[in-house]
């Protein structure tokens, strides 16, 4: 499973943390955070990003976000010691310029988004999203509507097979929602090692490869947490609430998020190839970021010594121009959905 990073670590604006931030120091730089201003942490967890932000400088103020009640309890702590330099808000980082302009702020000069599960969430079984412990199949980042387990009984063996394929990238998809769907029949799949017994069945391992069910799992947690539609709405919203000059700095952790966060970049900046199917010239406009960085940004060989999971990391980040913000990008919300099945069009598949 994918995260964000764990270990000991430390903040000095609120003290001792088991979550370590992947790439820092490069998300800091890209904030350009040292020049104070105001900041949107999209994506809390821990904590990790804003103890580094109200560091950098005295005057630097973060309103952070973040889906999970968990993490939200877990941040009171640093709240009280940042005083009014830290407002936590429960909710969804799609939903940011509204959290930002409901709290009084009009405009905001950085927003940084760390995409995927946090290493709380992967580490604690009774939360459901790794194989590597027995625990419910739950995966709900907030705690509530469907969970994994509900998709996995109640849906039908097309959908699972574009949940497994499409989200999950797993080439064996069709084989993957027939055995689960056998396998209800007999008694429903309840918890993660359930599941993940059944998909290593129909999946040999390769020497030092990844687990057969790790690609299953994730391919069930984005579909659950609609991240990848959640992604897409924050990116636009982030255009929507940067001031000119401000950044918007994003990690992602596997090729589909990184594709989305490539694409949007190559379209705001006016990178786009010329007469694209996805980007049609036609449609380009005044660009409405700046790149600041050339290609994606991946951690060191150091960092990924001291933190196995930030080994698929990728950072990419665009300097908010003063051109008005643009309508959504079609394309890359198509991206984010699932294909229409011949079933849910009513046809035969």
Do not use: W
């Amino acid at each position: 499973m994918m995260g964000r990073g764990d270990g000991p670590g430390a903040g000095a604006a609120g003290g001792p943390t088991r979550h370590v931030p992947v790439l820092l120091a490069e998300v800091c730089s890209a904030l350009e955070v040292k020049r104070g201003g105001t900041f949107i942490d999209g994506t809390f967890g821990a904590g990790g990003y804003t103890r580094a932000i109200l560091d950098a400088h005295p005057r630097n103020t973060v309103i952070a976000i973040d889906r999970d009640p968990d993490a939200i309890a877990g941040g009171a702590a640093l709240v009280a010691k940042a005083k009014k330099r830290l407002v936590l808000v429960p909710g969804r980082f799609g939903d940011l310029d509204e959290i930002a302009t409901a709290q009084g702020f009009e405009g905001v000069d950085g927003v940084v988004l760390d995409i995927g599960v946090s290493s709380m969430q992967l580490d604690e079984a009774e939360r459901g999203f790794s194989f590597r412990s027995e625990g419910p199949l739950d995966m709900r980042m907030e705690r509530s509507g469907p969970s994994a387990a509900d998709l996995v009984n109640e849906s039908s063996e097309a959908e699972l097979a574009d949940i497994f394929y499409h989200y999950g990238e797993e080439r064996r998809a069709r084989a993957v929602a027939r055995a689960v769907i056998e396998a209800r029949r007999r008694k429903p799949i309840e918890t993660t090692r359930e599941l993940a017994d059944l998909v290593a069945s129909l999946i040999r391992q390769e020497p030092n490869g990844i687990h057969p069910a790790t690609r299953v799992f994730q391919g069930l947690r984005i579909a659950v947490n609609d991240e990848l539609g959640e992604l897409v709405r924050a990116l636009h919203a982030a255009e929507r609430i940067l001031k000119p000059g401000g950044r918007l700095v994003v990690v992602t952790f596997h090729s589909l998020e990184d594709r989305i966060v490539k694409q949007f970049f190559a379209a705001r900046t006016g990178r786009a190839p010329a007469g694209s199917r996805h980007m049609p010239a036609a449609a380009m406009a005044e660009p409405t970021f700046e790149a600041v960085t050339k290609g994606p940004v991946v951690p060191s060989d150091e960092e990924v010594a001291r933190n196995p999971r930030a080994r698929s990391a990728k950072l990419r980040a665009g300097s908010r121009t003063d051109a008005p913000a643009q309508e959504p990008l079609s394309a890359i919300t198509m991206l984010a959905e699932l294909p229409q099945t011949a079933e849910k069009r009513g046809g035969r598949r």
